[in-house]
Antibody
Framework: EEQLVESGGGLVQPGGSLRLSCAAS????????MTWVRQVPGKGLECLAN????????YYVDSVRGRFTISRDNAKNSLYLQMNSLRVEDTAVYYC?????????WGQGTLVTVSS | QSALTQPASVSASPGQSITISCTGT?????????VSWYQQYPGKAPKLIIY???NRPSGVSNRFSGSKSGNTASLTISGLQTEDEADYYC??????????FGGGTKLTVL
């Protein structure tokens, strides 16, 4: 079964940092683009960052560019999102997903709460 | 980045059919056949129900169908069931390796 499992969410103060992880299983991780998507509670979905198969290309939405960094370790079948300079408005459920253009799994999500 | 435009809510009775529209631009829906639709229940992760405009993943009911005309994509659900009551989101690839989502549509099955 193709599966993605996120971890690393939690409560952090404004200005703080957090690193999310996404463990992939059931498919050849290194052959797919990967994506981080977030959802503010009660709101819609927002694609934050994308990374190509070997990790050499990264793309970000304007709201997180310069603060968030997407990366991957194909040897560990893992995707990461390093989040720095966190703001209250970054409070959301964060999902990892495989190649949004095709039929791919999403994780169950991990909640990040930015609050003092 | 502006979101794709979806109606905020639709409602219908069991057994009826509904169509949810998703309007984009000539930079996303109008030029790429990479439109997806997701179903989301409260507190759950989104579930892919349509990809590539009209393709259904294995296990998704054939009551769900997708189409596209110009800058507008559509999701049709036929033979509505109470279990179809959920939020539905469209997404499309947009130039320079970004994806854009619609604001979501709440489907109520009366």
């Amino acid at each position: 079964e193709e599966q993605l499992v996120e971890s690393g969410g939690g409560l952090v103060q404004p200005g703080g940092s957090l690193r999310l992880s996404c463990a992939a299983s059931g498919f050849t991780f290194s052959t797919y683009w990967m994506t981080w998507v977030r959802q503010v509670p009660g709101k819609g979905l927002e694609c934050l960052a994308n990374i190509n198969k070997d990790g050499s290309e990264e793309y970000y939405v304007d709201s997180v560019r310069g603060r968030f960094t997407i990366s991957r370790d194909n040897a560990k079948n893992s995707l990461y999102l390093q989040m720095n300079s966190l703001r209250v408005e970054d409070t959301a459920v964060y999902y990892c997903a495989r190649d949004l253009n095709y039929n791919g799994p999403w994780g169950q999500g991990t909640l990040v709460t930015v609050s003092s | 980045q502006s979101a794709l435009t979806q109606p905020a809510s639709v409602s219908a009775s069991p057994g009826q059919s509904i169509t949810i529209s998703c309007t984009g631009t000539s930079s996303d829906v109008g030029v790429y056949n990479f439109v997806s639709w997701y179903q989301q229940y409260p507190g759950k992760a989104p579930k892919l129900i349509i990809y590539g405009v009209s393709n259904r993943p294995s296990g998704v009911s054939n009551r769900f169908s997708g189409s596209k005309s110009g800058n507008t994509a559509s999701l049709t659900i036929s033979g509505l069931q109470t279990e179809d009551e959920a939020d539905y989101y469209c997404s499309s690839y947009r130039t320079t390796y970004t994806w854009i989502f619609g604001g979501g549509t709440k489907l109520t099955v009366l």
